[in-house]
């Protein structure tokens, strides 16, 4: 028995006729949500280690405010080591508009892609 899948391309992502497609397991944005995933755990590894006396969780909703160790100085330290990791450079302008590390995360993703 043959299975036929249609998809249709919606901004570039094949979307399945219900969402899903069984047979091919995938699901619109899976990609992407690994990605973010991904790169979220990679983020929290840099954090874990440079504040390595916060114990709660780092999530994407995570700012300064919520690590008692993040002051000035390991901001600038913070960034260094992201963009040693990822291999890219952040101007002065970009590092100003992350509110989180979501959205952190998602300039990561964007300059990766």
């Not at 619109?28 to 790169?39: D, L, T």
């Not at 280690?49 to 994407?60: A, K, R, S, V, Y």
């Not at 919520?66 to 970009?94: N, P, Y």
């Not at 998602?106 to 990766?112: C, G, H, P, Q, V």
């Amino acid at each position: 028995m043959s299975t036929t899948v249609s998809f249709a391309f919606i901004e570039g992502t094949p979307v399945g006729t219900a969402g899903h497609c069984e047979a091919n397991t995938f699901t619109p944005g899976m990609e992407s949500m690994s990605i973010h995933n991904a790169y979220l755990t990679q983020v929290a590894d840099i954090m874990r280690d440079l504040f390595d006396e916060h114990t709660g969780p780092i999530t994407e909703a995570t700012t300064a405010r919520d690590i008692a160790q993040w002051d000035s100085l390991s901001h600038v330290r913070f960034m260094a080591l992201v963009e040693q990791e990822f291999g890219i450079r952040f101007t002065t302008a970009e590092v100003q508009t992350f509110t989180n590390l979501g959205s952190l995360i998602d300039a990561l993703i964007k300059r990766k892609s």
